[in-house]
């Protein structure tokens, strides 16, 4: 798996493998995976990632992907986003990150077996990616581990950007409730809060609330009920800064995480 959204989550219950339109010349052969927001095919002669809408009515996430990537790479592009190589037919050419994306990572190998250094390298990157897709004017809005992935050296690229905001445009995804900051999803606070949920699942292993409602998981969330952190230390103090909304920008996220090290 890379480049795509993991397959490990159950697929969408309107998808039939018999009625997907690939991009010409692949088959299920070349089939990485499909998501909410799209098909992933390998291109094996590139090395490269083609994601493609799985129906029309995904035609709207497609345009807005495409104008994300668009933007970023008209602003200097990062290194820790995954590159973008044009469109192809309806859809989009992406690098390929062969290990995938970090949650599956990490569920294949043994929690012990990712040191903490490792797992706060990830997190200073993702800050710091992240820091630079707001200064362009883009709310990610979908920052879970699913959407964020690791090339070769195993060094995160931030992708899937289909249900982002471009100059406080609206959401075209609902944000995952785990990762959902109470009343302001569409801001920078929005991703700030989503990525105090991702460390939390960096460091512990264990995806937030798992087996609660949407219901339940907002309604804890709105009363301030936030997942004890007070065993991870420093780190746990950044995950609640996060959550309680007690940072203005990546910036001061950065430089905290980078304080730990």
């Avoid at 469109?87 to 569920?107: K, M, Q, S």
């Avoid at 710091?128 to 897709?133: D, S």
């Avoid at 609330?209 to 907002?218: A, K, P, R, V």
């Avoid at 995950?239 to 940072?247: N, P």
Wanted: proline content about 4%; hydrophobic content about 35%; overall charge negative.
């Amino acid at each position: 798996m890379a480049g795509a959204e993991s397959t490990d989550e159950p697929s969408p219950p309107r998808l039939r493998i018999d009625e997907v339109k690939y991009p010409a010349g692949f088959g299920i052969k070349d089939v990485l995976a499909w998501g909410s927001t799209g098909l992933f095919v390998l291109d094996r002669a590139s090395q490269t990632v083609i994601k493609t809408p799985l129906w029309e009515e995904d035609d709207p996430l497609a345009f807005r992907e495409r104008e994300v990537y668009e933007r970023l790479t008209q602003r200097g592009g990062h290194r820790r986003v995954l590159r973008y190589h044009g469109t192809v037919e309806n859809g989009i050419r992406l690098e390929y990150a062969p290990n995938g994306d970090i949650r599956a990572f990490c569920r294949r190998r043994e929690r012990t077996a990712i040191s903490c250094d490792q797992r706060l390298r990830w997190a200073t990157q993702i800050a710091e990616t992240v820091g630079f897709v707001h200064s362009v004017g883009v709310i990610h809005s979908d920052l879970t581990c699913q959407n964020i992935f690791l090339d070769q050296e195993l060094d995160i690229k931030l992708g899937d950007f289909a249900g982002s905001s471009v100059d406080g445009s609206e959401l075209l995804v609902c944000v995952t409730p785990s990762h959902e900051c109470p009343g302001s999803p569409l801001s920078t606070q929005g991703d700030i809060f989503a990525f105090g949920s991702v460390i939390y699942e960096l460091m512990t292993g264990a995806v937030l609330y798992q087996g609660l409602s949407d219901t339940e998981i907002s309604d804890r969330y709105k009363n301030g009920q936030f997942a004890d952190t007070t065993s991870l230390g420093e780190l746990g103090a950044i995950i609640r800064k996060c959550w309680e909304r007690r940072y203005d920008g990546f910036d001061s996220a950065v430089k905290d995480l980078r304080g730990t090290i």
